[in-house]
């Protein structure tokens, strides 16, 4: 006498085997992408599989993997995602020179667009604000970083108009 398991038939395969393909391929696919994308899938099968071993029926197996799936996903979208999403951001490099002051070490004009600080140890492009230009060798404070550009205001003094 054949075990219930072998009797029951999916596409061709055992129930057990097929559940395991399943589970084996979701797994796979976890392994590769790290995003939680399909770890659901795996624990429903491994249930179904079980499920399988014990001799349910296809409806019963079916309708657990398709229950333990939809629960796993809501799981993960309700508890774990917001979980992971409120990770504190990492300061970049940008966001420590805020607020730090540096040297002009080529002449930053608004119109041009060109100039270039050191804060830092670090060699920035930079502009300011407002129209004019500050002179090379002066000092300046970081207000704000745009795109790659330290946006400065001079220490001391104004922004030179441009003639």
């Known amino acids: 006498m054949e075990p219930i398991m072998l009797l029951t038939a999916i596409l061709g395969l055992s129930a057990v085997l097929f559940w395991g393909l ?56 309700l508890l774990i995602r917001p ?11 940008a966001d420590r020179i805020l607020n730090k002051e540096g040297v002009v070490t080529d002449t930053i004009n608004s119109t041009t667009g060109g100039g270039l600080i050191r804060v830092e140890g670090q060699i920035w492009s930079a502009r300011t604000e407002e129209e004019g230009f500050i002179a090379k060798g002066s000092q300046v404070r970081v207000v704000n970083i745009r795109g790659v550009k330290a946006i400065v205001e001079p220490v001391e003094g104004k922004i030179e108009p441009l003639e």
């Not at 391929?25 to 429903?44: G, H, M, R």
């Not at 979980?83 to 490099?93: A, D, E, F, H, L």
């Open 22 to 77: 399943v589970l084996a391929v979701a797994a796979v696919t976890e392994l590769v992408t790290l995003n939680l994308v399909s770890i659901w899938f795996a624990v429903a099968a491994l249930i179904a599989m079980i499920a399988a071993l014990l001799g349910a029926s296809l409806m019963v197996q079916f309708i657990l993997f398709a229950v333990c799936s939809i629960v796993g996903f809501l799981i993960f979208t």
């Open 83 to 93: 979980k992971i999403s409120k990770r504190v951001p990492m300061p970049t490099n």
